[in-house]
Structure formats: C-alpha cells, structure tokens
C-alpha cells in the first residue's frame, strides 16, 4: 500500500520513475489498467482540474468513479466527521483523492483509512498532485530538472504548490527566487527548509523584465482570496504581481511560465500566446502524472504499464 500525501517522502529515483511512467501515459492514456477498482473523489473545496484530471485519469484507466465535490450535498452537513466519512467510502473504493482545507487532513485520513489515500490539496499545506505534474512539466520542457533557476511569483505564503515544488527540487540543487510582497512572503519555516537541505535561494519584492531574465522556470501564482482572514489585506495585495507580455522580451530562449491556475489578474490575457507560455499544457500533464500516481498507490509498476496489452486502442 502506498498513499500519496506529501511530496516529500519520495526520493529521487521514486520521483523520476514517476515521471517516467508520465511519460508513457502521455504516449498512451488509455489502458485498462484499473478494470474493475472504484476510485473515490471526495473534494471538500472547489476544484477544477485537480478533480476533473483525477476523475478522467481513473476513467482512462478503465475505473469507476465515485464520490463529491460538494462536500455540503453529502452526509457532512448532517455532521458526519471525517473520520466516518473516510472510513465509509473506504467500504465503496480501492483508492480515495480528497481535498479538505484543514492542514493535515489527508495524512490524518491515511493513517485510518485501510485503502491508500491521496492529498489532492490540505489547506495552505500541501498539494502533491500538482507537484509531480509541476515536475514533470519542467522536465518535459527543460530536459532535465537539474541545476534549473526557479522564480516562484506572488502568493509565497499560502501557496501549498510552492511549498510542494521546494520540497521535491531539494533533489535537483535549484536556484530560488522567492518574489512576493511583505505580506506573502515565503514562511520561515520553508527558509529554514531550504537552509536545512543546501537549496541557494533570494528573495525578491521588485517584478519586471530585468528580474527575471535569467529564469529557466517562471512560476507564478494567484493571490488566494479565500485563505485571507482580513479582506483588506486582500485588496491591499491582490494586483501585486501581473505578468505582461512585454515582460518577456528579454527572457531566456527556453524559459517556460507555469501556473497551478486558476488565475485572476496575475498573468495577462497577451501572455497566453507567447512561446513561453506553457500553463494550459501544463494542466493538461495532470492527466498523466494523476494516472501515474493512481499506479503508484495500487501497486502498478512502469514494466505493468509498457506492456502493450493494456492500451486500449
Ligand atoms: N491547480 C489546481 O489545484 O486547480 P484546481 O483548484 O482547479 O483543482
């Protein structure tokens, strides 16, 4: 049994096989290799791709899907615990992806779940989902993710993705520039992580051309409204950062932006056609690494996938 709840247990080589096996449902998502498991999605905050992108990765893979993505039309709003509700869908599935916003959630449903579960997002903590089609995305378009310069833009502080991204790249010795206002800045305790594993990171308040042209990876980020306690801190530092088109004339060749997305202001529409762009496709590579992750936590194996006979033609 293998559960997917942090980016941080998997070491080097579990990331690049990972990322290999990606790699082979990219050439070929559809294979039946899930025929006959239910895989359960229980997302107690609104998503868009995370839950689509689990739900089509299961569907590809010729498994049945079940669960909610409105927490309040299950038995929650009767005041069901987690714990029941965990321990319930665990009669029903064989793997169960949820999204809760309390941090710590999906490790606390782990350790009483008996099938395996994946965090599809606990609060501002983590999203390790997003992290492994984040990686791949980089290794897709960089050829490796070794020795890379990433500047990571907005919201540092509550941005479970970049917390996730700093803890995987510890492998890969990165560069980091932490761009964000006083009031997003990253949290100390990711400093002191970056400290603790030798990963080389600067901080940033300034955003334009200059800044960033040495970047191999711009990934930016929306300031999220819904983790704000005081609006007004919102409004303060909701237009902070935005990316324009003519912010990349002098960027590298290569440099490709990312964005968990959804986006609000942060990246302008002129943007969307610039070669650097790569946050649509990198949504789309969700639907690989998510197939993946699902192999990961049934026990399927990179030898299981290459085998021709599971590709539905
Ligand atoms: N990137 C991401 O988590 O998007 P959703 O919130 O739409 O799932």
């Not at 005081?230 to 530092?237: A, K, P």
Request: hydrophobic residues 40%.
């Amino acid at each position: 049994r293998h559960d997917f709840v942090t980016i941080a247990d998997l070491d080097k080589n579990a990331l690049l096989y990972l990322i290999r096996m990606a790699q082979e449902f990219e050439k070929h998502p559809d294979r039946e290799l899930l025929k006959g498991k239910v895989v359960a999605t229980l997302f107690y905050e609104p998503s868009t791709r995370t839950r689509l992108s689990f739900e089509t990765a299961a569907n590809r893979l010729g498994a049945k899907v079940i669960g909610f993505s409105d927490a309040k039309a299950s038995s929650v709003s009767k005041g069901e615990t987690l714990k029941d509700t965990i321990l319930m869908v665990s009669n029903y599935a064989d793997v169960i992806a949820m999204r809760h916003y309390i941090e710590g959630a999906a490790q606390y449903a782990s350790e009483i779940a008996p099938v395996p579960i994946i965090n599809a997002g606990d609060g501002a903590h983590m999203h390790p989902s997003q992290c492994l089609l984040d990686l791949y995305s980089i290794y897709q378009t960089q050829g490796t993710l070794e020795n890379l310069n990433i500047y990571l833009v907005g919201d540092l502080k509550y941005g479970r993705t970049v917390h996730s991204l700093i803890m995987a790249m510890r492998h890969f010795n990165p560069t980091f520039h932490f761009i964000a206002p006083e009031e997003l800045a990253m949290p100390q305790e990711y400093k002191l992580y970056c400290e603790e594993h030798g990963i080389r990171f600067e901080e940033h308040t300034e955003f334009n051309d200059k800044v960033i042209a040495d970047a191999d990876i711009l990934y930016m980020t929306r300031v999220q409204k819904e983790r704000f306690s005081d609006l007004m801190e919102y409004e303060r530092v909701k237009n902070v950062y935005i990316l324009r088109n003519k912010m990349l004339s002098l960027a590298k060749s290569n440099m490709k932006i990312l964005h968990p997305l959804p986006r609000v202001n942060e990246i302008a529409y002129d943007v969307d056609d610039n070669p650097h762009a790569y946050y649509i496709q990198q949504a789309r590579n969700g639907l690989y690494a998510r197939e993946a992750i699902f192999c990961h936590c049934l026990g399927i194996t990179l030898d299981d996938i290459t085998n021709d006979k599971t590709i539905i033609h």
